[in-house]
């Protein structure tokens, strides 16, 4: 599966940004999908993920109550919805597919996804 992540930019703390993925093939629901950043100097990490039908999500403690995350299965998309942005949000975002997480279950480790998406770069100003 490819995968193209867009909705990144610049914006100030407090704003709000939508990221999207777009997936290719036909296999789309067969993959629990995640979110994951890196900053500068800072090691990938985390930030939510859903389920292959989206039933279930999970966020990093940073984020929770500002991010929200969704699946379109019928239109291949994922999306982040970012609330309440902080300068720490700053980071490039990178979309990611995981074919191992079966059911409700949704991975947090990079090391569990197949395919990654190439980033799209947010800025949060202060």
């Known amino acids: 599966v490819q995968l193209q992540a867009s909705g990144g930019g610049l914006v100030q703390a407090g704003g709000s940004l939508r990221l999207s993925c777009a997936a290719s093939g036909r296999t789309f629901a067969s993959y629990a999908m995640g979110w994951f950043r890196q900053a500068p100097g800072k090691e990938r990490e985390f930030v939510a993920g859903?389920?292959?039908?989206?039933?279930?999500?999970d966020y990093t403690d940073s984020v929770k109550g500002r991010f929200t995350m969704s699946r379109d299965n019928a239109k291949n998309t994922v999306y982040l919805e970012m609330n309440s942005l902080k300068p720490d949000d700053t980071a490039i975002y990178y979309c990611a597919a995981d074919s191992t997480a079966f059911l409700i279950r949704v991975h947090t480790t990079a090391r569990d996804y197949d395919y990654w998406g190439q980033g799209t770069q947010v800025t949060v100003s202060s």
């Open positions: 859903i389920s292959r039908s989206g039933t279930s999500t």
